[in-house]
């Protein structure tokens, strides 16, 4: 029987706690929280990720299931799905966006050394995009063409350590080249791209 802690304990050890905190000031994320701070949706919807859950009540289940060792694992309580479903519409998104800006810088530099084969002095992106076809009754806001709907997820990739550091849904419409207008470029770095 393991009498270690818990391994998502280990992996939430790495969360730079004090960046966390200066996120939540400078969006007022814990302004008039009571119980079920950002802290605990943090490490709630990080459990439900990494255990692959696919609904709140999932969720709720599997952290019922588990109650006996919430404490070990950082979580002060069970949270009801529809506490879950609250804090993630009402809370600010760029709590979370900011946190995951620090975490990428974090893995950047833990990649630097990297060899990839170049001898380029700045970063070397790579530019692309994914259509997502959806279906048209269940989501009509999402029209491409008569009877057919989708959205395109535009990434950037850092090419050292494959890290995802930009993101941007759209439309199936919009053309790769027209997300350069809101891609924040980077002086000094290399973007590699297909002709789309």
Request: charged share 25%; net charge positive.
């Amino acid at each position: 029987m393991n009498s270690g802690r818990p391994l998502f304990a280990q992996v939430m050890e790495y969360l730079p706690h004090h960046e966390f905190r200066k996120c939540l000031s400078r969006y007022g994320g814990d302004r008039r929280v009571k119980k079920f701070t950002c802290m605990d949706q943090f490490l709630a919807m990080s459990f439900a990720q990494l255990t692959y859950r696919e609904s709140l009540r999932d969720i709720e289940i599997c952290l019922q299931a588990n109650r006996s060792r919430l404490y070990h694992m950082g979580l002060r309580c069970v949270p009801h799905r529809s506490t879950l479903a609250d804090a993630n519409e009402d809370r600010d998104w760029r709590i979370y966006a900011d946190l995951a800006q620090v975490l990428i810088q974090t893995a950047k530099r833990l990649y630097r050394p990297t060899d990839i084969g170049l001898t380029l002095e700045g970063e070397i992106y790579a530019l692309d995009s994914t259509t997502i076809a959806l279906c048209w009754s269940l989501f009509p806001w999402a029209d491409v063409r008569q009877n057919k709907a989708a959205v395109k997820a535009h990434t950037r990739l850092n090419v050292r350590g494959d890290l995802p550091e930009f993101i941007h849904v759209s439309d199936g419409k919009l053309h790769d080249v027209n997300i350069l207008d809101i891609l924040p470029i980077q002086a000094g770095s290399y973007y590699v791209m297909d002709r789309g």
